[in-house]
């Protein structure tokens, strides 16, 4: 079944949407936890059942390499492997590649890489992406991708676009040939104006179920990271979902909600949590600091997750103390939980037309 | 509040008891999960009380370094600290200090050994553990006791022995002014039976509120375990619970059960499943076997606990093999569950009479 997306409201260029997909209903903008080898680190599908995540994303390369196609087969897909019910998007791979970039090797064909658990060579092709990305069944596959380096020069980043166009032809054409999932096309081009110009005008010209932003917030400034993305978004078509890939810091999330962006995702919650570090509604806090040694208070005082709920300050800074895993499983749920907390909020106050307030709010304390 | 124990049930030496507790009742014969530090590893309350876990332990020794005295009497307790409502017993820290032998010196006021986590000195005596158990307000506090090193000559064993009369009486003297927490002695004598005989006589003429049988299980071999618990049991008052100090392979719990004890505690269980060892009604499994590469079933077909309800032997190898702490979450609830049922299994086989054919299963698995 193709996706569904209905745009609710707008607030400028905020967006509040629904997407309708085989396994749920998607309320945006949402971010989206991440689960590369078939689990959210350190949580249970009933962990993410109640922090209120609504689509998780997964990583078609990882679970390429291990468990492998068959395995997955074998189970009829991810979402009975890892009992998880609800929607999951996979990515194509074409960013692990791209980051693998010992003894590649870039055709017109695909892209020869050496896997990094057994070093053997493997050739990735889109359509190979696209049958890895139905083995798992995902409610939203997205195309192969080619996803340039920050510092590209703009004569590279034009094959990079090309291939991405190719590739994007293909992995689409490939996909719907095999199954009805929902495919997105994603928007390359560096960071030229030109490139993304012309990349977003061949991607667009295809029939994909949504549109992701690909290439950005791989370690170019924060200015440019927004200059491109507001220059991008409007050549997007309105009446399809717009996905930013690879934004979880607050801060820029509202910032990319503000330019017209849907959906997100991030390993950084979940990364920082196992160092430590909490989000809250007053900015980051580092729980290992020896002043909350005697603090009884939650990590949150507005917060309502299992964490806050239960333990203090102190207990939490105890475990992190002791080397205990239950300490990082404790944070994970709660930055998760600020994760949909902060995406429902967002849309809340879309829905109420005060999102520039709470993107005020959120600023204030994110920098 | 003293405890209060019933004796419910005698099927030969084996007993169906009841222990009545400030924070709840357990049913006995019952294994305790470990929580050295505050936790058990990997689990939350929620899961324990979901594996059916009565009771669990703390060891006073790990408290009193992190998160010291001053915090567990700012949270009234370890039961608000870390969230855990139902009974806590805690050990006196004797096997700790009696692991760390390097700079430990030994006298009759007590012993003063190296902090493991900052190199500090620290003298602990009797009244110093009971101080520290009563900053922690377990349900049952363990009197401060020597535990001999297998080998230990029988003049050195005389020694211990007597160390721990003293420091029994010590510790009973001191709880007893500081609080109505219930206390247990713990019987030593090393692998001397005559020594046995004489600290269970001398232990036992104490008014404690239960008995454990000490220095065993560790390192002996199992048929003088055995042998040293045969001896010592009838020395120990019906009337009182029995606790063997360290036992969690599924046999020897069998075993002690059919000798007349009461209660157990081991890592093993817990320390197994984070190396992917299950424990099951048919024997021990490694989960990572490349066997199970695509096994749909469950760990154990006749387990009813949340992992076996939701997970095949294929996701939990693939975590395991990712490195996802996951698997090891999942797999220490799975063999929590089996303790517990087995404790379970036993209660019922004891109330129903057919102990010696679950011990008879039991040992067909495990040997």
Chains 1, 2 share one sequence.
């Not at 590649?104 to 049958?131: A, C, F, H, N, Y």
């Not at 199954?179 to 993304?196: E, M, N, T, W």
């Not at 520039?356 to 600023?363: D, H, M, Q, S």
Request: a neutral charge; one cysteine or more; aromatic letters at 10%.
């Amino acid at each position: 079944m193709a996706l569904k997306f209905e745009l609710l409201k707008t607030h400028k260029n905020a967006r509040r949407g629904r997407i309708y997909l085989p396994h749920g209903v998607v309320e945006t903008p949402t971010f989206m936890p991440v689960g590369t080898n078939a689990n959210v680190k350190l949580m249970t599908p009933e962990n993410l059942e109640e922090i209120g995540a609504q689509i998780i994303l997964a990583n078609a390369f990882h679970l390429y390499l291990k468990p492998g196609m068959e395995v997955l087969r074998h189970h009829n897909g991810i979402h009975d492997f890892m009992n998880w019910e609800k929607p999951i998007l996979t990515d194509s791979g074409g960013f692990q590649v791209f980051s693998l970039r010992k003894g590649r090797k870039i055709t017109k064909e695909g892209v020869l890489i050496k896997s990094p658990l057994d070093g053997s060579m493997r050739m990735i092709t889109p359509e190979l992406s696209m049958e890895i990305q139905n083995s798992i069944g995902s409610d939203i596959v997205m195309a192969f991708d080619y996803c340039a380096e920050p510092g590209i020069s703009h004569q590279d980043a034009v094959v990079a676009l090309e291939l991405t166009t190719l590739w994007a032809e293909r992995s689409l054409k490939s996909i719907r040939n095999m199954s009805d999932q929902s495919i997105f096309g994603i928007v390359q081009g560096a960071f030229y104006k030109d490139l993304r110009e012309r990349s977003a005008k061949e991607i667009t010209s295809m029939d994909f179920d949504g549109f992701a932003i690909g290439g950005l917030s791989v370690g170019e400034g924060y200015d440019i990271t927004l200059e491109m993305t507001e220059f991008t978004v409007p050549l997007l078509p309105e009446n399809k979902p717009r996905y930013f890939m690879g934004a979880g810091a607050p801060r820029l999330i509202v910032d990319l909600v503000n330019l017209g962006v849907d959906i997100f995702d991030s390993v950084l919650p979940t990364r920082v949590a196992r160092h430590g570090q909490a989000l809250t509604w007053k900015g980051k806090m580092n729980v290992r600091a020896a002043k909350y040694k005697f603090d009884k208070s939650p990590i949150d005082d507005e917060c309502t997750c299992y964490t806050c709920r239960n333990y203090s300050r102190s207990y939490i800074r105890h475990l992190f103390d002791r080397g205990e895993v239950l300490g990082q499983m404790l944070l994970t749920i709660h930055n998760l939980h600020f994760m949909m907390d902060l995406s429902k909020k967002i849309r809340e106050s879309i829905d109420g037309g005060y999102f520039e307030k709470l993107r005020g709010e959120v600023l204030k304390y994110y920098d």
